[in-house]
């Protein structure tokens, strides 16, 4: 993975339903717990039952990531539920956690802790994926954004890259994706922090491609993959 570093202890990962930021959240925590110290990750996108981050659990566990996720996760059982410890660890915790929210209904639970997260400092990342539907444009993708900021409280703080098509994603297609990346930033006024990408066609990428301050993360994975 690149060289993606945050200023503050609490990170939230938002983006749509798809755009691949459970599985960023999973690989951001993981590679910090590897970096050492204690690291959590908070589910709390309770409205979308098939990504979840607890499709991950062992994998966190094995690299030492202490995974806080809702009691129903992964079950039949459509209870909403929170996880335990959550405002406790972000109002002062004793480690770095990172929360995986998405899509507007999912930010309106996260801004039950906006004021707790406000006052701990935080850096919160907008996941775009051109290749999903309802965001292959990157005014529908900061449309988006804008609502779960809107509904979050929250104000997002950088842009990654996450354009794939599952399984089917090939080097050309990754790297098309940069121009629409940065025209998200545009829009939005923010930063490009980085672009995502699978080990398979690591090869066929050029670094030469990036502009100054965009990284390359070289991600696992680690939740279900669309097809």
Known sequence: MGALTFENRVVVVCGHYGSGKTNLAVNLAVRAAESGGRVYLAD???????FRAADAVSM??????TPLIPEFAN??????AL????????????????????GDDGAVVLGRYASLIRDAGYDMIC?????????????????VMREIEACSGLRCTGIVNNSN??????????????DFARECGRLAELPVLAHSYMERYAGAIDPSLLAGGEALLNMEQATKELF
């Open 44 to 50: 709390v996108d309770i409205v979308n039952p098939y």
């Open 60 to 65: 966190m566990e094995k690299a030492g990531v």
């Open 75 to 80: 079950s039949n059982v459509d209870i909403p």
């Open 83 to 102: 996880p335990p410890r959550l405002s406790s660890l972000i109002s002062g915790g004793d480690g770095r956690i990172f929360i995986d929210v998405g």
């Open 127 to 143: 996941v775009v994926n051109m290749y999903r539907p309802l965001t292959a444009e990157p005014r529908d993708a900061i449309s």
């Open 165 to 178: 098509l599952g399984r089917e994603t090939t080097a050309e297609d990754f790297i098309a994706s940069f």
